[in-house]
């Protein structure tokens, strides 16, 4: 009795085993069928990488291989990561295969909405499934259309930089920089806080408010590395700064720029341009630094042997500096007014925090420094005023498409928001002499008053 009771819970030990082996197998097995199934799907679409114009469409075709009875329950789903730059037709489409094949071939349109560049993936599921069997992802770059007043704009603007170097050169006077130097404390104050603290803020900036978007922090950090421009005197001359060390320092951060610009371009810069997968376009860079050395060169030759030619540069120098600007910026716009798409709260923060944050930073050292009053203010001006016309044409000259359409908006926010502190400031002198003037009239009032009181005793 005892033996026969083990032998039967020992026979219920085997089958137990064996249940549970027939179960191990059979979830490999399923598992491994699963697996094949999947791997049984295959993607290939043509064209994988596209450029395609703003405002056109383009056909992608995809062939699509998969098990023989599985198109009944499969779906074909095409997904654009961002809409506002490319839109796809028909995203989501039954497979249909032709007969007596393992093949499904499918085509899909891509319309480009707006300039940039993002993926669109091509996935296989089946139905009420959400994961995919299957995912292709294809590239694509919307660009614009290079119209004739975009030619006409290119050109311009390279005529235009190169005339207002030219007049540099001509206008450049080495004995005011001599006597400045004499004393070079001030100059070199103001000349580290520009050449140094304006590119590191930018980059930081760029940094802080787009973590993401490439193209704009190479927008922000090109527009903190450019020398100061043209309107700085203009400003000194109108808050009542020291205009000499203003034209000092500009001349200085300009002469500078041939060198501090590549050198910032290739050491920050380079790792904006690593975090995009971008490449440094190391030789356009030089040819445009090159491309300012030269005409700077014929300027001074223009002084040193046609000096009356020289005397009417020297005239309209400061002229010249701002229609320069304000032909580059408004001529942007009409151009290019696809740039106002771009502007967000983000464009117009990073517009004002440069120039601001420029002026604020210099006046508090130059301050700190013990300076006078007009030099603070030369300082702080030439420290905020970035030439951004320079910064648009480094830009469009040295990025290809479309990330130097892309980038533009931000040197134009800049230009925009730099001159609201500086017009405030103005507003605020303006009101400080008439309430001076008016309590000077008070007081002469009153003097009056006294004394023909004191006649007629």
Not at 175 to 193: H, Q, S, T, W, Y
Request: with cysteine; hydrophobic share 50%; glycine share 6%.
């Amino acid at each position: 009795m005892c033996h026969t009771t083990i032998n039967f819970k020992m026979l219920s030990s085997r089958n137990f085993l064996l249940i549970c082996f027939g179960v191990a197998v059979t979830c490999v097995a399923s598992a491994a069928s699963t697996n094949a199934t999947a791997s049984e799907w295959q993607i290939s679409c043509t064209p994988q990488n596209s450029t395609i114009v703003m405002y056109t469409s383009a056909n992608v075709t995809c062939d699509i291989q998969g098990p023989e009875k599985a198109y009944s329950e499969h779906t074909i789903i095409v997904h654009s990561n961002n809409p506002d730059v490319i839109e796809v037709k028909n995203t989501e489409v039954w497979l249909k295969k032709e007969k007596d094949t393992q093949y499904y071939p499918e085509s899909f349109n891509v319309y480009g909405v707006f300039i940039g560049q993002t993926n669109v993936s091509v996935q296989i599921r089946r139905k009420h499934d959400a994961e995919p069997e299957a995912t292709e992802n294809l590239n694509f770059i919307v660009i614009r259309k290079m119209s004739t007043l975009d030619i006409v704009f290119h050109v311009s603007v390279i005529g235009l930089i190169t005339l207002m170097y030219v007049n540099f050169g001509a206008a450049f006077n080495w004995g005011a920089l001599k006597e400045n130097m004499r004393r070079p404390v001030v100059p070199i104050l103001g000349f580290g806080i520009q050449v140094i603290c304006m590119p590191l803020i930018s980059f930081m900036l760029g940094r802080l408010i787009f973590p993401d978007n490439v193209p704009m922090q190479l927008g922000l950090f090109f527009s903190g590395i450019v020398p100061s421009g043209g309107a700085s005197n203009m400003w000194t001359l109108i808050l009542g700064g020291n205009l000499d060390l203003s034209i000092t320092l500009t001349t200085m951060s300009t002469l500078a720029a041939f060198a501090s610009m590549p050198f910032w371009i290739f050491t920050l810069g380079r790792v904006i341009y690593h975090d995009g997968n971008m490449s440094v376009p190391y030789t356009r860079i030089m040819h445009f630094s090159m491309c300012l050395i030269i005409p700077l060169f014929v300027g001074y030759l223009i002084q040193r042997f046609l000096p009356r030619l020289s005397q009417f540069l020297v005239r309209i120098l400061k002229g010249l500096s701002g229609a320069l600007l304000a032909f580059i910026i408004v001529f942007a716009m009409i151009t290019q007014a696809y740039i106002f798409k771009l502007f967000s709260w983000k464009i117009v923060l990073a517009g004002m925090c440069l120039p601001w944050s420029g002026y604020i930073l210099a006046f508090s050292i130059a301050k700190l420094c013990g300076r006078e009053h007009p030099d603070v203010l030369a300082i702080a001006v030439e420290t905020g005023i970035q030439n951004t016309g320079i910064a648009i044409g480094l830009l469009k000259t040295t990025l290809l498409q479309p990330a130097g359409d892309l980038t533009v908006v931000v040197p134009v926010a800049v230009a925009v928001m730099t001159p609201f502190p500086l017009l405030a400031v103005y507003l605020y002198q303006m009101a400080r002499r008439r309430i001076q003037q008016k309590e000077l009239l008070h007081d002469e009032a009153l003097s009056l008053s006294k004394f023909a009181h004191v006649n007629e005793r």
